[in-house]
Nanobody, 119 residues
Framework: QVRIVESGGGVVQAGDSLRLSCAAS????????LGWFRQAPGKERELVSQ???????YYLEAVKDRFAISRDFAKNTIALQMNSLKPEDSAVYYC?????????????WGQGTQVTVST
């Protein structure tokens, strides 16, 4: 049974940092992209960052230079280091696994972790 479990969300002030972690289990993910999406109230889910089997990365323009994604292939985990957080970064952050070329069709999802950035 595939499990995707996120951790590390919380409430912080603007300018602070948070580190989200995601652990994937239940199958081999070496050929999958792993990534982070977020969804704010009233908005569509958007891809924040993803990383593939070759350590290629993608970042949403709004988070470039502030967020960094990393992957541990041996542990099937990824992390998202979020620096200089802004109120507009507030959302539920979801970890997922799927096709690098079709991120909107990721196959596996976690339950999400809330990130709230106050002014």
């Amino acid at each position: 049974q595939v499990r995707i479990v996120e951790s590390g969300g919380g409430v912080v002030q603007a300018g602070d940092s948070l580190r989200l972690s995601c652990a994937a289990s239940g199958r081999t993910f070496s050929n999958y992209a792993l990534g982070w999406f977020r969804q704010a109230p009233g908005k569509e889910r958007e891809l924040v960052s993803q990383i593939n089997w070759n350590n290629d990365t993608y970042y949403l323009e709004a988070v470039k230079d502030r967020f960094a994604i990393s992957r541990d292939f041996a542990k099937n985990t990824i992390a998202l280091q979020m620096n200089s957080l802004k109120p507009e970064d507030s959302a539920v952050y979801y970890c997922g696994a799927g096709d690098w070329y079709r991120p909107n069709e990721y196959k596996y999802w976690g339950q999400g972790t809330q990130v709230t950035v106050s002014t």
